[in-house]
């Protein structure tokens, strides 16, 4: 099944390009789309705004915004429990707003679109960032915050440090990771999160799901395009296999796997003329 006729999509790309809906309801409708049918998305938005009242009418006058984040910090993280989920990281359902929402726990992409909705509750201007590996929010560039760990203020060592850990030291910081992030690719960042967990756990049904999504809204996406001629190949729809896989060598002829994906096609090739 292509992107074009995967009913998942049609529905799923109508919301995104909405500029009336919010990234909340976005991430809401993205549960709802793949997980939870029967989610009421005004719901979930309404426990948001009722936290956010409530953390308005616990200010001061004092309209610091490192006051403002640590008012913020005590409320997300010891009034309501918010809290990182280290136990069960690579939990799919970490990608699910409602189910943070409920649960109180999660990962730092979620987290961090939960805390920066609370902030403009109480007039905090935070961008979200798509630092490689880590997802965080800022108030400037002197002011960059950890949603995942407490809202802890992070130093540029700080920063190096999250790419030593996560890379091995073979990424070098650069000031260019600590730019705000568009709610498209927030969007897209979440997808493949949910579209690597659902291959590792042998569901491609659900991971071909994620892939047209994605590739419904980013259709030049190479990464997207080969994993769903890999998929489509497990999934034995050797035709769709070979166009997906032959469209990613037009898109990266350079890329490192190139030699990987030419012997896939040509084992899909032998499979093919043997049905």
């Not at 403002?68 to 309501?80: P, R, T, W």
């Not at 992070?154 to 790419?163: A, E, K, V």
């Amino acid at each position: 099944m292509s992107q074009d006729f995967d009913p998942f999509v049609v529905d799923w790309i109508s919301y995104v390009k909405n500029p009336r809906y919010t990234l909340v309801e976005k991430c809401l409708k993205l549960s709802q789309t793949l997980e939870y049918p029967d989610l009421n998305i005004s719901d979930y938005v309404q426990k948001l705004h009722i936290m956010g009242k409530d953390l308005k009418n616990s200010l001061s006058e004092i309209k610091n915004p490192t006051y403002l984040v640590s008012i913020l910090n005590e409320y997300m993280f010891d009034v309501i429990g918010f809290s990182g989920n280290s136990d069960d990281y690579y939990n799919p359902k970490n990608n699910f707003l409602n189910v943070i929402l409920d649960k109180k726990s999660g990962i730092p992409i979620t987290l961090s679109i939960i805390y920066v909705e609370l902030a403009r509750h109480i007039g905090l201007d935070l961008h979200p960032v798509g630092f490689p590996s880590h997802f965080l929010v800022k108030y400037s560039e002197e002011l960059i915050v950890d949603p995942y760990n407490r809202g802890r203020l992070l130093s540029i060592d700080d920063l190096r440090g999250i790419l030593d850990r996560n890379y091995g030291g073979s990424v070098e910081f650069s000031p260019e990771f600590l730019d705000e992030i568009e709610p498209e690719k927030i969007l897209l960042r979440i997808t493949r999160n949910l579209k690597n967990s659902y291959t590792q756990s042998f569901n491609y049904t659900m991971a071909m799901h994620c892939i047209n999504m994605i590739l419904g809204i980013d259709p030049e996406s190479p990464e997207d395009v080969r994993d769903k001629g890999i998929l489509e190949s497990r999934l034995l729809n050797y035709d769709l296999a070979l166009r997906s896989l032959n469209r990613y060598l037009e898109l990266a002829p350079e890329a490192d796997d190139a030699d990987y994906v030419l012997d896939l096609i040509r084992n899909i090739k032998e499979r093919f003329s043997q049905q």
